[in-house]
């Protein structure tokens, strides 16, 4: 199988894995929504940074480390979900805040608070790299092309941040930003439950496993 077959079916594989609804969709269209446009595409950005960084550690072999070591990805999982209770509290607290959406320009702390969620939400769920790993070793040949551990961490890049960058410029638009400003108070408590629900499930999974 050439280097393009085996891209287009790990990138066809990938991009049904990004568009399907998870925390990353969740953190991305809230600040999208609730901050401005910018501070969304800063978050896609930060998806895509932290899709290639699950890639390359699935290429490096990590996700055999962790299924030898068990206790490691309990690990993980239990952070990762930790982390995702604390975005969910933090939204629910917010939830009674009154917010001012002026529409300006984000400025350059805003954005990088933004990036840094949304990375640390896409690093959090280590089941995400197995997930790769498990697509990888579907379509990746035993001695695997110069040309495909090239092509992958740009391609993982650009369907990571491709796709949230869609779903921020679509929830930073005016009608969804006035429906949100309208039930601010019902949408975070919404968000703050499937965040904490997520969060718990893989607490709970670390735990009882």
Request: no cysteine; glycine share 12%; net charge positive.
């Amino acid at each position: 199988m050439s280097s393009a077959a085996i891209l287009t079916s790990i990138f066809a594989a990938l991009i049904v894995g990004a568009m399907s609804p998870g925390p990353s969709f969740v953190v991305v269209s809230r600040i999208a929504i609730s901050r401005s446009r910018l501070d969304g595409l800063a978050a896609a950005l930060g998806m895509g940074v932290g899709g290639v960084i699950f890639g390359i550690l699935a290429l490096a072999g990590l996700t055999a480390l962790l299924t030898q070591f068990a206790w490691l990805y309990l690990v993980l999982k239990f952070a990762g979900g930790a982390y995702l209770v604390y975005i969910a509290f933090r939204i629910w607290q917010g939830a009674k805040e009154p917010l001012e959406v002026s529409g300006a320009v984000a400025g350059g702390a805003s954005l990088g608070r933004s990036f840094s969620m949304a990375l640390l939400t896409q690093l959090s769920n280590p089941k995400t790299i197995i997930v790769y790993a498990s697509i990888f070793a579907a379509f990746l040949p035993k001695t695997v092309p110069a040309g495909v551990i090239i092509g992958l961490p740009i391609g993982i890049f650009a369907i990571e941040a491709g796709w949230y960058a869609i779903v921020a410029l679509a929830f930073s638009a005016r009608r969804p930003r006035q429906v949100y400003l309208a039930a601010k108070h019902w949408i975070d408590r919404a968000a703050g439950l499937v965040m904490g629900g997520l969060g718990l499930r893989l607490i709970s999974g670390a735990i009882l496993r």
